[in-house]
């Protein structure tokens, strides 16, 4: 399979970064072609709100012309679909929510019965890292990526939440464990 994982840390060697590539290397081990974008060091800008994407049906037509529609193609041609992210303020990183923000121009008439998805089909996991324990940190995180699932038309393939990430690079010890364990259930 083809997946692709978008880093959403500003930390490009932190936790989050770190975890993701034990469940990259399980994946390549498994036969699967991975590729990973760090969106920090991508150009998205913040959706506009015009609705100018919601004039096709079958393409992106975003009017912004950055890195997100290059990222947006490779999330329609991938298989699978990680987003990366550490908890801030119970919700995405900014690099990953902006990114979220522009995938509006992947969905048409959504809550509609002719609702359409350039995903549709496709299946998505997230991978998320924290400092404190899943309630009242990563709860809400989960709820949001699940509401993605019904926009998107997607699956969800699986969820992971690691707890006690310390700013000094310190995790639990059954991190690798546990990300091999989801990389495994991502493709199953």
Same mark, same amino acid.
């Given at each position: 399979m083809k997946i692709l994982t978008l880093l959403g840390s500003g930390r490009v060697a932190g936790?989050?970064?770190t975890i993701l590539g034990w469940a990259e290397d399980e994946l390549r081990t498994?036969?699967?072609e991975v590729e990973?974008?760090?969106l920090i060091k991508k150009d998205i800008k913040p959706c506009l709100g015009c609705a100018k994407c919601k004039e096709s049906e079958i393409d992106i037509n975003c009017?912004?012309?950055d890195d997100a529609e290059e990222i947006l193609q490779k999330m329609i041609d991938a298989d699978i679909t990680v987003f990366a992210s550490p908890t801030y303020f119970w919700g995405y990183a900014a690099p990953i929510k902006t990114l979220i923000d522009?995938?509006?121009s992947l969905v048409s008439n959504y809550k509609k019965p002719n609702h359409s998805s350039?995903?549709?089909g496709k299946r998505q996991g997230t991978l998320l890292t924290g400092g404190s324990d /899943? &309630?009242?940190n990563a709860e809400g995180l989960i709820f949001t990526f699940n509401k993605l699932q019904g926009? /998107? &038309?997607t699956e969800n393939a699986g969820e992971l939440f690691i707890g006690k990430c310390t700013a000094d690079y310190k995790r639990p010890e059954d991190a690798k464990e546990r990300a091999c364990t989801f990389a495994r259930n991502l493709v199953a």
């Open positions: 936790n989050t970064a498994l036969g699967h990973r974008i760090n009017i912004q012309k522009r995938s509006w350039l995903l549709e /899943y &309630k009242n926009f /998107y &038309k």
